[in-house]
C-alpha cells in the first residue's frame, strides 16, 4: 500500500464504491457536527480508499442539508490527500450529452446560506480560489476516461444552484446565456473546503440530461437523472480505478500547501481549544 490515501465522495446514484478490500466503516465526530454517514475505509490494490456517501445512504440528505463542513473534515481527519466528487450534473451546452463526463475546472457559486469556511472563531484566512480544481487530480481523471474510451471534456464551468427545485426555463437560459458548462446542486461549498483542508479536489461530472433550455427534448425529470447517473455508475467506478492505478505519493501541485500565507490572525490571538479544535484541518499551519 501506497501512503497516498485518495477519498470519494459519492453523489446522487453512486452509493458505495466496490471493489474496496479491508473494509471496515468509520463514525467520526467533528466539531460541525456528523458528516453524511459513515465514512467506509478500504484497499484498492495497494492504495487507501475512504468513502463517503454525500447523501447519506438510501439518499436521505437535499443538496442544502448536506453538511459540508463535517464531510470535509472527517475525510481530513482520516488521512484523506485527495477527493474525487462525483456528480450528477445538467448539460448547458449541445457537445455535452447525457451520458458524457465533464470533468470541470471552475465553479459558479449560486448557493444560499451554506456554511462555507472552516475560518471563523478566532482563525481568520483567505485561501486562494482562483483555480478551484486540483489540474493534477483532474488531468488523471480525464486521462482515465479517455483510456476506457469514454466521452469525456477537459474543462468547464459548473453552476452550483441552490435547489433543491431545478432550474426554471428562464434560469436555465439565463445560466446557458452565462456561458456555463454544467449545472449542480452539490460541489459547492464542497470545493472551497476542500481547498482550505488543503486536500487535491477534481470532479466527475456526469451529465444526466439538458436541464430544461433544450427545446426538442425532454424537461429534466428525478427519473431521467436516476436513469442516466445508474447507467454511468460503472463508468464512474471504472475511472476512480484507472486513476488510482496511476497514483503516487507526491503530490506535484500546491495543494499541500494552500494555507502557507492565508491565515492573518496572530497565532497568539487563537483561543487554546479552538487550535486543539481545528487541528485537523489547521494543525499543519498552526
Known sequence: MTNAT??????SGLYDLAGLEDVEEKNVSTPF???SDAVVSGRLGRTRMLFLARHGRGHRLTPS???YRANIFALKSLGAERVIAVSAVGSMREDVHPGDIVVVDQFIDRTRGRPS???????????????????DLAGRVFDAAV????????GGTYMCMEGPA???RAESRMHRAMGVTVIGMTNMPEAKLAREAELCYATVALATDYDCWHETEEDVTVEAVIRIVRQNAANARAVIRKVVEGLSDERPCACARALDSAIITDRRAIPADVKE???P???RVL
Open 65 to 67: 442539508e448536506v453538511n
Open 277 to 279: 479544535r481545528m487541528k
Open 117 to 135: 469556511t472552516f475560518f471563523g472563531n478566532g482563525i481568520v484566512g483567505h485561501v486562494s480560489l482562483a483555480d478551484p480544481v486540483c489540474a
Open 147 to 154: 483510456s476506457l474510451g469514454l466521452t469525456a471534456h477537459r
Open 33 to 35: 457536527g456528523p458528516p
Open 166 to 168: 431545478f432550474s426554471t
Open 6 to 11: 485518495i477519498a470519494v465522495i459519492g453523489g
Open 281 to 283: 484541518v489547521f494543525g
